[in-house]
């Protein structure tokens, strides 16, 4: 079993920064990578970006490119994802997930899953 779980989501105001930390444990041995989903109101569940575990790759969905960067602290056994230039339409529930492919876009590609942790984007 792997457990994950996410901390660091909060309100901020459009253009402003946060960061997003999910807490990995248990079974790291059989992780190949770790991804971000977001689920706003209403809406289906999308992909944010991904991580391999070994940190050597990364994918972002487009509307996130340049703003968002996932990365991963070895030693602590987190993954990040710092996200900048917010905007309103990045509010939702965000998600981490563990999973042993890659690449990994798609909800069905991860056998764990944290709780979620809120950001609210205001205009």
């Known amino acids: 079993q792997v457990q994950l779980v996410e901390s660091g989501g909060g309100s901020v105001q459009a253009g402003g920064s946060l960061s997003l930390s999910c807490a990995v444990s248990g079974r790291t041995f059989s992780i190949y990578a770790v991804g971000w989903f977001r689920q706003a109101p209403g809406k289906e569940r999308e992909f944010v970006a991904a991580?391999?575990?070994?940190?050597?790759?990364?994918d972002y969905v487009d509307s996130v490119k340049g703003r968002f960067t996932s990365s991963r602290d070895n030693a602590k056994n987190t993954v990040s994802l710092q996200m900048s230039s917010l905007k309103p339409e990045d509010t939702a529930n965000y998600y981490c997930?563990?999973?042993?492919?890659?690449?990994?876009?798609?909800?069905?590609?991860?056998?764990?899953w944290g709780q979620g942790t809120q950001v609210t984007v205001t205009s």
């Open positions: 991580i391999t575990w070994s940190g050597r790759a990364t």
């Open positions: 997930a563990a999973g042993s492919k890659w690449p990994a876009r798609t909800a069905n590609k991860y056998d764990y």
